[in-house]
Structures are given as structure tokens and as C-alpha cells.
């Protein structure tokens, strides 16, 4: 997920700049820059599904974790979590190129999704996408929060991780609900672009931050903080705290 979420990271870095420095690029520079955002963006829900199904696995059934989460099975679902992202991303490619002119591969764009896929069966089909992915990461997620929380009553369970790994289901629902508005604001930003025509990089340095910037900062942020140590000085510092150092005075001077 890391690596995921840095190549998305770049990748809409590289659209933001090209939108403000060049404008317009070729279509199939802009075929290239788009499907690894879109295939990485798709593949950030997938991957807190499998992350929370092994939480789910290490607290229900522990004495069956090792033999289930091994290294081969995790590469399998690595694959298939990719393969899957993957699938939206190529059905645009092989609909464009049934729909679209030879002529326009060779045109420049402004580099945004509806600019490169102008068909309207790519948004339909995105949409049907978009509801069964998201659907399939939701049930899970709350099926194996709910499955823990339960957990974490019995008697016969560590409270103590099953409390951690409760709460690292809730931190991925957090970031789900972040993701999803990766399909909700595109309507939001038609709305205000179209109020407030004059400030369109505006609206869409804002969207970047919000839709891109804040979901992956969120992570390593909440993950740091629940490390004792890690917490223990960001409580100094933030309370200003910290142990000063105080020079060294030569006790013969």
C-alpha cells in the first residue's frame, strides 16, 4: 500500500504541474499519466480490505494466522488486489480505442479523465465500477470490525490487540470514507467551477489537496501516533515540553 500510494501520490503531482505549466499535452502522455492515478486510486480501497480481512484473521483465529496470511498467499493477493485496479483502467483503454479517431491520439488535451474518455459508456461503466468495489470494501470492513469488536468482549480473547486492531479497522474506515469522495466531488467541482468560473485552479488545487493530499496523509500520521514512544515526545513538543539543554558550566571558572 505504501508503494501504491506513492506512485499515486507522483502521478497526480505530475498532472497538477502539467495542468499549470503546460496546459495541453498528447493524448497518449496523457493516456499514460491517467491510468496509473485512476489503477493506483482503485487499488488504495482493495488494499484496506485485505489489510483489515488479515486483522480480521490474526485476532479471530489466531492460532491459524501463521498458516494463513504466508508470504505466498500475500504476494497471490498483492496480484489480484493489482489485477483487479487494473480492470477499470484497461476497460477505458480498449473502449476508447473502439470509439475514438486515430486523429485524436494524436491531439493535446487539457489531462483530465473526461477529457481522455469522452464516450459515455466509460462513465456508465465506471459508475458500475465504482458501486461494486466500493460495496465489496465497505461490507468488509464492517464485517471485520463488528467480528472483532465482538472478539474483544470475550473472555477468552487479548484484549489489549483485539482493542488495536479494532481500532485499525475504524482508522481504514476513516480512510475508505476519504476515498469515496474521490467519486463524490468531481459533481462538487463541475458545481463551483461553474459559480466560480474565475478561480478554477483554485477549486482544483483545492481538490487536490482534499482528494489526494489529505486520505494518505492521514495514514503514517495515525500509525506514528499510536506508537508509545513516537506519541510520548509529539506530546512535548506540541505542549512544548521538552527537556532544554542546558550548557555544561565549568565548575572552576
Given at each position: 500500500?505504501?508503494?501504491?500510494?506513492?506512485?499515486?501520490?507522483?502521478?497526480?503531482?505530475?498532472?497538477?504541474?502539467?495542468?499549470?505549466?503546460?496546459?495541453?499535452?498528447n493524448?497518449?502522455?496523457?493516456f499514460?499519466?491517467?491510468?496509473?492515478?485512476?489503477?493506483?486510486?482503485?487499488?488504495?480501497?482493495?488494499?484496506?480490505?485485505?489489510?483489515?480481512?488479515?486483522?480480521?484473521?490474526?485476532?479471530?483465529?489466531?492460532?491459524?494466522?501463521?498458516q494463513?496470511?504466508?508470504?505466498?498467499?500475500?504476494?497471490?493477493?498483492?496480484?489480484?488486489?493489482?489485477?483487479?485496479?487494473?480492470?477499470?483502467?484497461?476497460?477505458?483503454?480498449?473502449?476508447?480505442?473502439?470509439?475514438e479517431?486515430?486523429?485524436?491520439?494524436?491531439?493535446?488535451?487539457?489531462?483530465i479523465?473526461?477529457?481522455?474518455?469522452?464516450?459515455?459508456?466509460?462513465?456508465?461503466k465506471?459508475?458500475?465500477f465504482?458501486?461494486?468495489?466500493?460495496?465489496?470494501?465497505s461490507?468488509?470492513?464492517?464485517?471485520?470490525y463488528?467480528?472483532?469488536?465482538f472478539a474483544?468482549?470475550?473472555a477468552?480473547?487479548?484484549?489489549?490487540?483485539?482493542?488495536?486492531?479494532r481500532?485499525?479497522?475504524?482508522?481504514?474506515?476513516?480512510?475508505?470514507l476519504?476515498?469515496?469522495?474521490?467519486?463524490?466531488?468531481?459533481?462538487?467541482?463541475?458545481?463551483?467551477?461553474?459559480?466560480?468560473?474565475?478561480?478554477?485552479?483554485?477549486?482544483?488545487?483545492?481538490?487536490?489537496?482534499?482528494?489526494?493530499?489529505?486520505?494518505?496523509?492521514?495514514?503514517?500520521?495515525?500509525?506514528?501516533?499510536?506508537?508509545?514512544?513516537l506519541?510520548?515526545?509529539?506530546?512535548?513538543?506540541?505542549?512544548?515540553?521538552?527537556?532544554?539543554v542546558?550548557?555544561?558550566t565549568?565548575p572552576?571558572?
Amino acid at each position: 500500500m505504501v508503494i501504491n500510494d506513492a506512485v499515486q501520490l507522483t502521478v497526480a503531482m505530475m498532472l497538477f504541474v502539467v495542468s499549470y505549466v503546460f496546459f495541453k499535452i498528447n493524448v497518449s502522455v496523457c493516456f499514460s499519466l491517467i491510468f496509473l492515478a485512476y489503477f493506483t486510486t482503485m487499488n488504495t480501497p482493495l488494499s484496506l480490505a485485505g489489510m483489515a480481512i488479515e486483522r480480521y484473521v490474526a485476532i479471530c483465529n489466531p492460532l491459524r494466522h501463521s498458516q494463513i496470511c504466508t508470504v505466498h498467499r500475500t504476494h497471490i493477493l498483492i496480484a489480484v488486489i493489482w489485477a483487479a485496479g487494473a480492470l477499470p483502467a484497461l476497460t477505458d483503454l480498449f473502449i476508447t480505442l473502439a470509439t475514438e479517431p486515430v486523429d485524436f491520439f494524436h491531439s493535446s488535451i487539457f489531462c483530465i479523465h473526461s477529457n481522455m474518455y469522452r464516450s459515455p459508456a466509460v462513465y456508465y461503466k465506471n459508475q458500475a465500477f465504482d458501486i461494486l468495489y466500493f460495496s465489496f470494501v465497505s461490507l468488509t470492513i464492517i464485517y471485520t470490525y463488528l467480528r472483532i469488536m465482538f472478539a474483544a468482549r470475550a473472555a477468552t480473547t487479548d484484549r489489549s490487540s483485539a482493542a488495536k486492531a479494532r481500532n485499525t479497522i475504524l482508522l481504514h474506515g476513516v480512510q475508505l470514507l476519504m476515498c469515496m469522495l474521490t467519486y463524490v466531488t468531481p459533481l462538487l467541482e463541475v458545481a463551483l467551477v461553474g459559480a466560480f468560473s474565475k478561480h478554477v485552479l483554485e477549486i482544483r488545487y483545492a481538490y487536490y489537496l482534499v482528494i489526494y493530499i489529505l486520505p494518505r496523509f492521514l495514514s503514517p500520521v495515525v500509525y506514528g501516533v499510536r506508537d508509545d514512544k513516537l506519541r510520548k515526545y509529539l506530546k512535548g513538543y506540541l505542549v512544548c515540553k521538552l527537556l532544554q539543554v542546558r550548557p555544561i558550566t565549568d565548575p572552576e571558572r
